[in-house]
């Protein structure tokens, strides 16, 4: 490997709409581009169940529209790469992104780590989140199936994710602090011509109120004349409250190195760069009036066309060139046949998924035997299946089955001394999971993701025993973030299991924990129940806290 081959003319962090947009661009130009995802490539709009409103595209999921673009991106040339970015240099000519799978450096970085959903802080809405507050409308919209919602926001989302809830809600009230939304007339009017919508104006959430079961009853201030009503579903049933009132920016990473606002977003120029030359920032992560795709894809091709200029002068400065690698190295060996799609189409591994995970596979330490417990049913099969081409791939995997467990079909990590890892994934890992499972695979292995000191003291140090359960849904973003952070702690300790379940298939967990939210993290049997996503760190302080560790 040569020096140069971890230098980029661009590293892009974050593979939302923006990033994606960005690295076509650069790509295009024939500029040596990387894509730094930690999660799942697409963003927040891969939740979005319907988009109708992209220029030139009638009507699309979020999850294709973005798919979509991934692959303009990478077929131009762009790299992408599955690694969280735990910190960056951003003074010299060459910057450098220190990331879970090693240092890289880059002429130009784009920030593009978009935003997290805000609380609105009424009475409860902590108490209860996971157990009638949310978030997300495709994650856990189906758990308040035949019941009342109230939906907190006057803005697109709140308008969007309303229509969504319709088709579990009974009815669905939406109470919007102005005297008017803020989103599309003509959205606003489908919303308002809803038969299951009603709109309340000028009216806030002050507080809810419930028991273990659930919200029962909702005070609701009307600002405009200075009421206060309570709020009960009809035949005094729980009922649900989803809150879509805007976001917070994930700005953590460049706290101290760029110039933010008093919200915390990035200030940026015209040409998307910050105060601080050769560094960028584009989509939600950015001030703007208006958080949608399209200006996010807007933002990404500003930020392109600056970029593009910025490794010119770098070349010419330096003397250095980054290498494209799809121009001048030799093509990556041919993935066996069987693991590739079939014209039929219904394969889990697709042929843009093979390179990374052969990357994995190639760096992983030792061999690992998934042993899926399985009666034989459907699921069962389908998670075989599945599995059996992921282990075409690379003689590093193997597959071996046994009818013998709780809660069937589930796969474990089994390593080569014949130990389990304490590892496992309950039903079949496609979604937002499948990478979380890769990812679980390889700190199984070894050497896996780096950590921390402090928290590998912390793990090393656990000496008794400590169960995880955490419930998920595939469609939701935030729940990979917890399973990782747990297999990964089951990994590095052999008093911890950690067995992720997609809550969908296994009502009997989902009505015993009370989980109407995801990611929810039971700890111990319900020695404690955590909703929200956790990575290692924040787990490990939670995990102290209720003294499991």
Do not use: W
């Amino acid at each position: 490997m040569s020096a140069n081959d971890n230098l980029y003319d661009a590293i892009v962090v974050g593979g939302g709409p923006a990033g994606l947009t960005a690295a076509l661009y650069l790509a295009r130009a024939r500029y040596r581009v990387l894509v730094v995802e930690k999660d799942r490539f697409g963003g927040q709009i891969t939740i979005t169940h319907e988009v109708v409103n992209y220029p030139g595209v009638e009507k699309t999921s979020g999850e294709e529209l973005t798919e979509t673009m991934r692959r303009q991106a990478v077929n131009f040339g762009a790299e992408v790469m599955l690694a969280e970015v735990t910190g960056l240099k951003l003074d010299s000519d060459i910057k450098e992104v220190e990331t879970s799978r090693g240092t890289l450096r880059a002429f130009a970085v784009l920030i593009c780590t978009g935003a997290n959903p805000r609380k609105v802080g009424f009475i409860g809405e902590d108490e209860f989140r996971g157990h009638g507050v949310a978030y997300c409308a495709t994650c856990d919209g189906e758990f308040f199936t035949g019941k009342e919602l109230l939906v907190i926001g006057g803005g697109y989302a709140s308008a969007e994710e309303a229509m969504f809830l319709t088709r579990y809600a009974t009815k669905v009230t939406i109470l919007v602090r102005k005297d008017a939304f803020s989103c599309a007339k003509s959205i606003a009017d489908e919303v308002m011509a809803h038969p299951k919508i009603k709109v309340l104006f000028n009216h806030e959430l002050k507080s809810v109120q419930g028991s273990d079961m659930g919200i029962l009853s909702a005070e609701i201030f009307n600002n405009k004349t200075g009421e206060t009503f309570t709020y009960k579903a009809e035949g005094d049933d729980t009922f649900g409250v989803f809150v879509f009132a805007g976001y917070v920016p994930n700005t953590k990473l460049v706290a101290d190195k760029v110039a933010l606002n008093e919200q915390n977003y990035i200030i940026t120029d015209a040409n998307q760069e910050t105060n601080v030359k050769g560094v960028f920032a584009a989509g939600d992560v950015c001030i703007k009036t208006l958080r949608q795709v399209v200006t996010a894809t807007a933002d990404g091709a500003l930020a392109a066309a600056a970029m593009e200029k910025v490794a010119a002068q770098m070349h010419d400065k330096t003397g250095l060139v980054p290498v494209v690698p799809n121009a001048t190295r030799k093509a990556p060996e041919e993935p066996r046949a069987s693991a590739l799609p079939s014209e039929e189409g219904g394969s889990f591994i697709t042929a843009e998924m093979v390179p990374q995970l052969n990357m994995v596979f190639e760096r992983m330490a030792q061999k690992i035997t998934l042993r899926v417990h399985t009666a034989g049913d459907d699921k069962g099969k389908e998670l075989v299946s599945a599995l059996n081409e992921m282990v075409a791939l690379t003689d590093k995997l193997s597959l071996e089955t046994t009818s013998e467990g709780e809660h069937l079909p589930y796969a474990e990590f089994i390593r080569e001394d014949g130990s389990a890892v304490g590892a496992a994934f309950h039903g079949v890992p496609g979604g937002h999971e499948l990478n979380s499972f890769i990812l679980g695979l390889y700190n199984a292995a070894g050497p896996g993701q780096a950590v921390e000191e402090p928290q590998l003291e912390a793990i090393k140090a656990i000496s008794k025993d400590v169960k995880l359960q955490i419930l998920i849904s595939l469609s939701c973003t935030m729940c990979p973030d917890l399973v990782r952070a747990c297999q990964q702690m089951a990994a590095l300790s052999p008093k911890v299991t950690a067995h992720a379940y997609d809550v969908g298939l296994y009502p009997d967990l989902r009505a015993k924990y009370k989980v109407m939210s995801v990611p929810c993290l039971v700890v111990n049997d319900g020695q404690a129940i955590s909703f929200g996503k956790k990575k290692l760190p924040e787990l490990i302080d939670y995990l102290k806290s209720i003294d499991a560790i």
